[in-house]
């Protein structure tokens, strides 16, 4: 059992493409797909073994061994810093992370800027660096009504197209990074089990550069 | 099977044990004090593997910090005859942890070499690292050497924070982020690539530093290298090599840490539990110009191995009848437990007892091994 490689996908859209890759490399495992409740997944052939999990908790399981590798975005790895190995940018969900506000509303330099957000140590970091004061609202979704509702003066959230933000009348201001989905790998783990590791990276780097061009 | 085995805990044990062998190679135990002053630790932040420090207030107003670390401790306190100074502890240290918003108390043992530090001298600390590993199971040593740090990043024209992430990416092994970095700081490709090569270095310790050679580009890497392959050559002799790696993604504060730094692994533990590294520039900070290494091990990590889903609560059950005379009942587990074996009696079954073997007492005194 210890030789086998076990993987952490993050539940829905992004898991799945993140699996197709793998299967197209030779980690595929026949019953994933098939739907239903299970969370388990494993293949005796290759050695290999899945399961789902919260996106938002893929690093825990990496970062506690729960899992040797994981497929994680780069909003958690900045916001949560978890002590892991960050091996590879797999390229896919690709969007950044942005301050948004009410479209042609000037932000307020004259008093402490009020800032509503789930990632509140990115929010926290972006500003310091800018040694500007905030106060944050730490919010848990739908972050884009808390400028309407003048909970807050902006937010700071992940952009893909910008359709959200401008049906609400939003924009965003500044980007303050990109952010795609990352390959991580547990430190211990990967002494341990390096060559497997390694040949599945390899395989990946390899779809991934194939893909970019 | 010996009683000590089945009472201490797997880090009790492991406590022991280690102790024996520090003893066993000219380490003398260092005992501390409860409280050192809060400006030894604030003094050198950076030299703590958590930043943040517990504070007291004595009767006499004095800030005293609950200690972090044992290491200060001891290079404050070097004497300037008798070196070199072989010393090992063990002793509780304090941190905030900020993930579960406590104070915790952590056991930590460990030892300290502070004299002049050649290449017998380093491998018994890295071969000292080894064995205490190997006490407990599969393990792995990954080195480095900050010697091939200080010369690229002592000689780049970067600020501390810039330089601060550089060893931060180092550490995740972030090609592409170092990548990206190194870009927009616009660092010299040569000194780039040279970043990059050495993350890419990470393999078995013997077979790496052909590779890591082509990385040396002055005195001190080259010095580097020359000690790591001694020092390879050397634990060669003892069968160790298929245990080292090569490792550049380990690295420390180059503040304090001048040379050789190491983690050690145990199969299935998810972080390092052991930690070391040669401090020179540290115990110079102290006024005193001898080297110094060492390592600590955290003992209570290894709780997070998993346990033998077989483990027994007690060897032996006396299943006695209510009227046994309880001399007699008493006897036997005085007889079972002379024999090392663990055992319990009771007048009736209980559910769920985990028991080796089960002996049965009649009113009449007689004994059925079952």
């Not at chain 1, 049906?167 to 201001?173: D, H, V, Y």
């Not at chain 2, 609950?66 to 941190?95: F, R």
């Not at chain 2, 550490?171 to 970095?181: A, C, P, S, V």
Request: some cysteine.
């Amino acid at each position: 059992m210890s030789d086998y490689i076990n993987i952490a996908l993050p539940k829905g859209r992004l898991g799945e493409k993140v699996y197709s890759l793998f299967e197209s490399i030779g980690y595929g495992c026949p019953d994933l797909l098939d739907g239903g409740r299970k969370l388990i997944f494993e293949n005796p052939q290759n050695k290999v073994r899945y399961f789902w999990a919260k996106p938002s908790d893929v690093a825990i399981y990496v970062e506690r061994g729960a899992a040797d590798i994981g497929v994680v975005g780069k909003d958690i790895l900045l916001e949560y810093s978890p002590d892991v190995y960050e091996l590879c940018d797999l390229g896919f969900g690709k969007c950044r992370m942005a301050v948004a506000g009410k479209k042609g509303v000037r932000i307020p330099t004259d008093k402490k800027l009020r800032v509503a957000t789930k990632f509140s140590n990115i929010a926290w970091d972006y500003y310091s660096k800018q040694s500007r004061d905030i106060e944050i609202i730490k919010l848990n979704g739908s972050i884009e009504i808390a400028p309407l509702l003048d909970l807050s003066d902006v937010i700071v959230d992940i952009v893909e197209t910008g359709t959200t933000l401008k049906e609400n009348g939003l924009e965003p201001f500044e980007t303050i990074c990109d952010i795609s989905a990352r390959l991580v790998a547990n430190k211990s783990a990967y002494k341990f089990k390096s060559e497997n590791i390694d040949k599945l990276l390899a395989a990946t780097m390899g779809f991934v550069s194939e893909k970019q061009r | 099977m010996s009683t000590e085995k089945n009472v201490f805990n797997r880090d009790e044990l492991l406590i022991m044990d280690l102790r024996m062998l520090y003893e066993a190679y000219g380490y003398k135990k260092f005992k501390m004090s409860k409280f050192e002053k809060y400006d030894l630790y604030l003094e050198n932040k950076s030299f703590l593997r958590n930043g943040s420090i517990i504070t007291v207030t004595d009767p006499k107003g004095r800030l005293l910090a609950l200690k972090p670390d044992i290491t200060l401790s001891i290079v404050k306190n070097i004497p300037a005859v008798s070196l070199p100074e072989k010393v090992y502890y063990t002793e509780n240290v304090y941190i905030n942890d900020s993930d579960i918003g406590e104070i915790k108390e952590v056991t930590q043992v460990g030892l300290e070499y502070i004299g002049d530090l050649d290449i017998r001298a380093l491998s018994e600390i890295l071969i000292l690292a080894a064995k205490s590993l190997e006490i407990v199971g599969d393990y792995r040593i990954a080195i480095s050497h900050m010697g091939f740090f200080t010369e690229i990043l002592d000689n780049v024209n970067l600020n501390e924070g810039v330089k601060g992430e550089i060893l931060k990416l180092i550490n995740n092994k972030n090609l592409h982020g170092l990548r990206l970095l190194c870009d927009k700081e616009s660092v010299d490709e040569k000194i780039a690539s040279r970043l990059l090569g050495l993350i890419n270095i990470c393999g078995n310790l013997k077979n790496s530093l052909e590779n890591a050679e082509k990385l040396v580009c002055g005195d001190i890497s080259k010095f580097a290298i020359q000690e790591l392959k001694s020092i390879s050559e050397t634990i060669d002799k003892f069968n160790l090599s298929d245990k080292f790696i090569l490792d550049f993604s380990v690295t420390n504060d180059m503040n304090y840490y001048n040379g050789l730094v190491f983690q050690g692994f145990l199969n299935g533990v998810p972080k390092n539990v052991l930690s070391g590294g040669r401090y020179d520039n540290l115990v110079h900070r102290f006024g005193c110009d001898k080297s110094a290494i060492g390592f600590a091990v955290y003992p209570e990590l290894l709780g997070l191995l998993n346990y033998k889903k077989d483990e027994l609560d007690y060897e032996v059950f006396i299943l006695y009848a209510s009227e046994c005379e309880p001399y007699k009942v008493l006897e036997l587990q005085n007889k079972i437990i002379k024999n090392g074996e663990r055992c319990i009696a009771l007048d009736k079954e209980v559910v769920g007892l985990k028991y080796g073997r089960k002996i049965v007492m009649n009113p009449d005194g007689s004994i059925v091994n079952e």
